[in-house]
């Protein structure tokens, strides 16, 4: 789609026009004009037909990108502006799609810009072929070819700073799928006098350059050169540099471009030895030496640098030296060996090193074919690429034995171009019946016959010339042809038969001049004989051949004494011509393509167009006769058949097929569209189309009803897809709503069934509960009127059957039920009562609930009276006991800790019986009342804390205080003077005695006891102290307590947890206020 967008056309933004064919009117001036239109708009491609006409812009155009290959890839060859891409892309895909072998000739003269359009083929067709590694490597490889062939062929001249001095040949090789293979290189006649000589402004091969400029240092001492041009007398001096040319940066190009190639390293090697050889050769010199016989004899001037070459290519000096000097000619198992004078010397010299130099040239090219040759034997198809010389003249007259064989090869050229453009074409038209005027052109086979006929050719004769016993000079050969050629037409000499030229002075008598088809060009015949035979003494090259340098031992297997042939080697005249022949007879098989290079100016200048220049090169390149023949004739032709097949679907009754004969066919189809009769021819078996537009318009139409016959192939094919997949579906939606129904349908129902038994439970429970109401009614009414009717009843039994009842015959019995009850109960109770033991808790239970507060109360009065009981059975003195017990209780209980343990004691009062003691009988007889307690008690000291025995006496109204062992009444308190009893809250014996101040008594102070029945002691002075003086007597429970000794009070402390003295607290003096008791 987007091509059709951007579809150009050849007619569109035209600059003159591009094809030629479509120039009016056509002549020499519109013809140069409109080149020279297009050369000023950057336009340097114009077509003839399907020719290409190149003009040399000399200066880099942007027409070359990446971007423009996309352009032209896969276009017609019409539809875009003429480009050299174009022509490439049509012979590429006509060899890839139908087959056909191609051929692209490009000629012109030197520096026209053929070198550079073969690169732009190479390079498109790399572009647009095949893609991957191997083919990438394959393509890499033979675009690389071209530096290293470029760096050894070509060299600077007048006409061109990189000018081909060779005949160059590619096949490209491709698959069936146009993926490269491979690739097979000719060359053809290197210029190798070029080696020795060069003209005036001109350079020797570039690789000598290269090598000196670019070597490295240890390369060029490996080498033994030296980097300065002109130490080397084979490199003319005068213009050894070329503007914008970097010998290093090409020499480095050269050595990675062999390296891509396949070159090993020691090949490089070998290469550039030669190469070295080569250049060393040219500084051997020699001087005359005479002898004695007379004869003339050379010898080398300094051997120094001959020691070097021997050094660098293993030649013993010694041989080399000799075959300097001496010549051996064999004849019939004779040997005679004659001196070399010095002409002679320098002679051999310079046509070994051109030898050398020309035959590595060629062993550089066998060993690139082994690299890129095709790996496989599968079939090949052909692309050839020829890039030769162009047509060489020399103005000065220097024209020699190359540019003569450069022309010839330029002639037969030329030749094959009419042959296949202008006389094919007019014989196709006789051939096929086409009515034809005449178109008349020059036809250059007379020249080619001139030059290479077998018999009267001027390469034959030179050949006799060369091979004639005898004296053989260049004037013998030129005397020769002055003979046999003088009637030619094209041929002219001084001593030509016509005399209309023996007064041309411009001719000089060493000179012939040709006619060529390009232009007149005159021949030095200097040398002609000479490099025919291309002689290399046999001295040199057996000394070559015994080398111990293997490149160079291959270069001269006819130095091999083994296999010495007495046979002369084929002239170079007569091996070009055969090269040539093979080369003819080649490119007449494949279908050519044609680029003719035209150079625009002699300055090498961009911009610049010589109109007079032009003018030549496109008279002689018979450029305006191919337009006329291509205006004449028939832009296109095509056999009937493969015409039908491609455009029969442009018309109804050829579609799809055509039963008659195709060129009816063609017929109908052409009247059909209504192409106008004069734009066709029917020929024998081939349509012949005049205009090129008419065939862009037939392939436009073509193209249109592509793609209307592919919409339709899709209208049709979208349609059964889309019918196809409606069915489909609908079949689907079929399934899918019958299944979807049947799953609403049944849902409905569920729901209609739900809801018609929730309505029918409704209504059940709605008729149940009626019927429930209605019964549960007439159960109410019938209850109602059981009820009624048992009332009534009654009623009726009670009015009937009172007079038979007393009036509270009820209360009567409930009274008596009740008392019979309370009988029973008591009756019970009497055999279930307790003990009487007043700690006996056991009661019966309770019988009936309505005697509760009745059981409760004869429980506590059942208690009482077994209290009383109980108390009635104590003596007085038990009472009394218990009194005094109870007052213990009362006065100590939870106070003290010591209580407790009292309880279970007996207080018996009088532990010491004094009266019966006679030790104590002073002491009974001081006491007349009752003793109350006699009892030994710890006395306190009050100093040092210390305890000492006192018998403790209390009586009705004294406590009296008296020694242990003599019963001495000590001290005598009367009770009334007792104010307080202290004692600790703990498990102690201790209590202190406190007395009224300024009693009789209390001179001392108060008294600090210890006793074991404190509690006793403490009780019965209390109740002593009561009755005595009706006054309670104060005790005080405390841990701390202030006792009164004599001025001094001191305080009683009491500490818990001394374990120190077993179980007995110990009592101690802290200082003057303190008395510290320790209890355990
Ligand atoms: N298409 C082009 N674009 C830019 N420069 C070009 C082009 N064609 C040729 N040239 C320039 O012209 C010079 C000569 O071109 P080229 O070497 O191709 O000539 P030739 O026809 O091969 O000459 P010879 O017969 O001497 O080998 C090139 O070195 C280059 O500078
Ligand atoms: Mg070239």
Same mark, same amino acid.
């Given at each position: 789609m987007a091509k059709m967008e951007a579809k150009t056309s050849l007619l569109d933004n035209m600059i003159g026009v591009g094809d030629m064919v479509l120039l009016e009117p056509l002549n020499e001036d519109t013809f140069i004009n409109n080149l020279k239109k297009r050369f000023d708009h950057n336009e340097i491609y114009t077509y003839i037909g399907s020719v290409v006409i190149s003009l040399n812009p000399y200066r880099s155009l942007p027409i070359y990108s990446p971007e423009k290959v996309e352009e032209y890839r896969n276009r017609n060859f019409y539809e875009l502006s003429p480009h050299i891409f174009?022509?490439?892309?049509?012979?590429?895909?006509?060899?890839?799609?139908?087959?056909? $072998?191609?051929?692209?000739?490009?000629?012109?003269?030197?520096?026209?810009?053929?070198?550079?359009? #073969?690169?732009?083929?190479?390079?498109?067709?790399?572009?647009?072929?095949?893609?991957?590694?191997?083919?990438?490597?394959? &393509?890499?490889?033979?675009?690389? #070819?071209? *530096?290293?062939?470029? %760096?050894?062929?070509?060299?600077?001249?007048?006409?061109?700073?990189?000018?081909?001095?060779?005949?160059?040949?590619?096949?490209?090789?491709?698959?069936?799928?146009?993926?490269?293979?491979?690739?097979?290189?000719?060359?053809?006649?290197?210029?190798?006098?070029?080696?020795?000589?060069?003209?005036?402004?001109?350079?020797?091969?570039?690789?000598?350059?290269?090598?000196?400029?670019?070597?490295?240092?240890?390369?060029?001492?490996?080498?033994?050169?030296?980097?300065?041009?002109?130490?080397?007398?084979?490199?003319?001096?005068?213009?050894?540099?070329?503007?914008?040319?970097?010998?290093?940066?090409?020499?480095?190009?050269?050595?990675?471009?062999? =390296?891509?190639?396949?070159?090993? $390293?020691?090949?490089t090697q070998s290469v550039f030895e030669v190469v070295a050889?080569?250049?060393?050769?040219?500084?051997?010199?020699?001087?005359?030496?005479?002898?004695?016989?007379?004869?003339?004899? #050379?010898?080398?001037?300094?051997?120094?640098?001959?020691?070097?070459?021997?050094?660098?290519?293993?030649?013993?000096?010694?041989?080399?030296?000799?075959?300097?000097s001496f010549r051996t000619v064999e004849a019939k198992q004779e040997k005679v060996s004659t001196t070399l004078n010095v002409a002679q010397a320098y002679y051999a010299r310079d046509a070994l090193a051109k030898n050398l130099y020309s035959r590595l040239f060629s062993?550089?090219?066998?060993?690139?074919?082994?690299?890129?040759?095709?790996?496989?034997?599968?079939?090949?198809?052909?692309?050839?690429?020829?890039?030769?010389?162009?047509?060489?003249?020399?103005?000065?007259?220097?024209?020699?034995?190359?540019?003569?064989?450069?022309?010839?090869?330029?002639?037969?050229?030329?030749?094959?171009?009419?042959?296949l453009t202008l006389k094919e074409e007019q014989e196709e038209y006789i051939r096929e019946g086409i009515e034809w005027t005449h178109i008349e052109y020059f036809n250059n086979a007379i020249i080619c016959d001139l030059i290479e006929n077998n018999q009267t050719g001027i390469l034959a004769m030179l050949d006799e010339e060369c091979l004639r016993p005898g004296t053989v000079t260049d004037d013998t050969f030129l005397e020769k042809l002055n003979q046999i050629c003088a009637t030619h037409q094209h041929f002219e000499s001084r001593m030509s038969k016509c005399s209309r030229f023996l007064n041309d002075t411009s001719l000089p008598h060493c000179c012939f001049r040709i006619q060529h088809y390009?232009?007149? /060009?005159?021949? =030095?015949?200097?040398?002609?004989?000479?490099?025919?035979?291309?002689?290399?003494?046999?001295?040199?090259?057996? +000394?070559?051949?015994? %080398?111990?340098?293997?490149?160079i031992k291959d270069l001269f297997p006819e130095g091999n004494p083994a296999k010495i042939n007495l046979k002369r080697p084929p002239t170079a005249g007569s091996q070009f011509k055969a090269s040539v022949a093979t080369l003819m007879k080649n490119l007449q098989t494949k279908n050519p393509n044609y680029i003719r290079c035209i150079k625009p100016n002699d300055k090498k200048a961009a911009h610049i167009f010589n109109d007079a220049l032009v003018c030549h090169q496109v008279r002689y390149l018979g450029l305006l006769e191919n337009v006329r023949v291509r205006r004449a004739g028939y832009a296109f032709r095509q056999p009937y058949e493969p015409c039908?097949?491609?455009?029969?679907?442009?018309?109804?009754?050829?579609?799809?097929?055509?039963?008659?004969?195709?060129?009816?066919?063609?017929?109908?189809?052409?009247?059909?569209?209504?192409?106008?009769?004069?734009?066709?021819?029917?020929?024998?078996?081939?349509?012949?189309?005049?205009? *090129?537009?008419?065939?862009? !318009?037939?392939?436009?139409?073509?193209? =249109?009803?592509?793609?209307?016959? %592919?919409?339709?192939?899709?209208?049709?094919?979208?349609?059964?897809?889309?019918?196809?997949?409606?069915?489909?579906?609908? &079949?689907?939606?079929?399934?899918?709503?019958?299944?979807?129904?049947?799953? +609403?349908?049944?849902?409905?129902?569920?729901?209609?069934?739900?809801? +018609?038994?929730?309505?029918?439970?409704?209504?059940?429970?709605?008729?149940?509960? &009626?019927?429930l109401r209605e019964l549960k009614h007439q159960k109410r009414c019938n209850k109602a009127v059981t009820t009624i009717a048992a009332y009534w009843h009654g009623t009726q039994v009670r009015r009937e059957y009172r007079k038979f009842f007393r009036a509270n015959a009820g209360r009567k019995i409930s009274e008596f039920i009740l008392q019979k009850i309370i009988q029973k109960y008591f009756l019970e109770m009497k055999n279930k009562m307790p003990s009487l033991s007043p700690v006996d808790k056991n009661w019966p239970a309770r019988p009936y609930l309505f005697l509760d507060s009745t059981h409760n109360e004869l429980k506590r009065i059942f208690h009482l009276w077994r209290c009383k009981k109980y108390r009635d059975q104590f003596t007085d003195q038990q009472k009394l006991v218990y009194?005094?017990?109870?007052?213990? #209780?009362?006065?100590?209980?939870? &106070?003290?800790?010591?209580? *407790?343990?009292?309880?279970?004691?007996?207080?018996?009062?009088?532990?010491l019986e004094i009266s019966k003691n006679p030790?104590? !009988?002073?002491?009974?007889?001081?006491? $007349?009342?009752?003793?109350?307690?006699?009892? /030994?008690?710890?006395?306190?000291?009050?100093?040092?804390?210390?305890?000492?025995?006192?018998?403790?006496?209390?009586?009705?109204?004294?406590?009296?205080?008296? $020694?242990?062992?003599?019963?001495n009444i000590k001290s005598e308190v009367p009770l009334g003077d007792v104010t307080k009893v202290s004692m600790s809250s703990q498990n102690d014996g201790f209590f202190a005695v406190h007395l009224k101040e300024g009693s009789g008594a209390a001179g001392k102070g108060d008294f600090l006891f210890s006793s074991d029945h404190l509690i006793e002691m403490a009780t019965k002075l209390y109740r002593t102290t009561l009755t005595q003086t009706k006054q309670k007597l104060n005790i005080e429970i405390s841990d701390e307590f202030l006792v009164q000794f004599r001025q001094d009070k001191v305080c009683v402390k009491f500490i818990q947890g001394n374990q120190r003295n077993g179980n007995v607290p110990t009592c101690k003096r802290k200082n003057n206020r303190l008395l510290e008791v320790a209890v355990p």
């Open positions: 174009a022509l490439s892309d049509e012979a590429y895909r006509s060899l890839r799609d139908q087959d056909k $072998d191609q051929c692209i000739l490009i000629t012109g003269e030197s520096g026209a810009g053929k070198t550079e359009a #073969s690169k732009l083929v190479m390079s498109y067709v790399a572009a647009v072929c095949g893609k991957g590694a191997e083919v990438n490597q394959v &393509k890499e490889q033979l675009l690389q #070819s071209n *530096p290293v062939l470029e %760096a050894f062929g070509n060299a600077k001249t007048v006409k061109n700073d990189n000018s081909s001095r060779f005949g160059k040949y590619m096949d490209i090789e491709f698959d069936f799928k146009g993926d490269p293979l491979g690739g097979v290189i000719s060359n053809y006649l290197l210029e190798k006098s070029r080696v020795v000589k060069q003209p005036r402004g001109e350079r020797n091969f570039h690789i000598f350059y290269q090598i000196l400029s670019g070597g490295s240092e240890d390369l060029l001492c490996k080498l033994k050169l030296e980097r300065d041009f002109s130490r080397y007398n084979y490199l003319g001096l005068d213009s050894a540099r070329v503007n914008g040319v970097d010998d290093a940066a090409n020499f480095r190009t050269v050595r990675n471009a062999m =390296q891509i190639v396949g070159f090993m $390293d020691h090949e050889a080569v250049l060393k050769l040219g500084n051997i010199e020699f001087k005359p030496e005479s002898r004695v016989n007379g004869l003339d004899e #050379s010898k080398i001037k300094d051997k120094n640098e001959l020691k070097e070459i021997c050094e660098l290519t293993g030649i013993d000096q010694s041989v080399l030296e000799r075959a300097f062993w550089l090219v066998t060993r690139i074919n082994e690299s890129i040759k095709a790996q496989t034997k599968v079939r090949k198809k052909v692309m050839g690429v020829l890039d030769i010389y162009g047509f060489e003249i020399f103005e000065d007259g220097e024209n020699s034995f190359e540019q003569f064989i450069i022309n010839y090869c330029n002639e037969k050229l030329q030749q094959i171009f009419i042959e390009a232009g007149k /060009v005159m021949y =030095q015949v200097e040398g002609f004989v000479d490099k025919n035979n291309d002689l290399l003494y046999r001295d040199l090259s057996q +000394a070559m051949w015994k %080398a111990n340098h293997s490149l039908l097949e491609r455009y029969k679907m442009l018309c109804k009754q050829t579609w799809p097929h055509w039963g008659g004969p195709a060129r009816d066919g063609v017929e109908v189809l052409f009247n059909d569209l209504e192409i106008p009769e004069e734009e066709y021819s029917f020929g024998r078996s081939k349509i012949f189309i005049r205009n *090129p537009r008419t065939l862009f !318009k037939l392939e436009d139409l073509r193209k =249109q009803r592509l793609e209307d016959l %592919a919409t339709l192939i899709q209208k049709i094919y979208r349609g059964w897809k889309c019918r196809t997949h409606f069915l489909l579906m609908k &079949k689907s939606q079929i399934v899918i709503a019958s299944w979807y129904r049947r799953y +609403a349908q049944q849902k409905k129902y569920q729901k209609i069934k739900s809801s +018609a038994i929730i309505v029918q439970s409704y209504i059940r429970g709605w008729k149940a509960r &009626k019927l009194e005094e017990k109870l007052e213990a #209780s009362e006065l100590f209980k939870d &106070k003290k800790a010591l209580y *407790p343990a009292s309880v279970g004691q007996p207080f018996q009062g009088a532990y030790k104590y !009988k002073k002491l009974k007889d001081a006491v $007349d009342e009752k003793i109350i307690i006699a009892e /030994v008690v710890n006395k306190i000291n009050r100093a040092n804390g210390k305890a000492t025995s006192r018998i403790f006496l209390l009586t009705n109204s004294n406590v009296l205080l008296a $020694d242990q062992k003599s019963g």
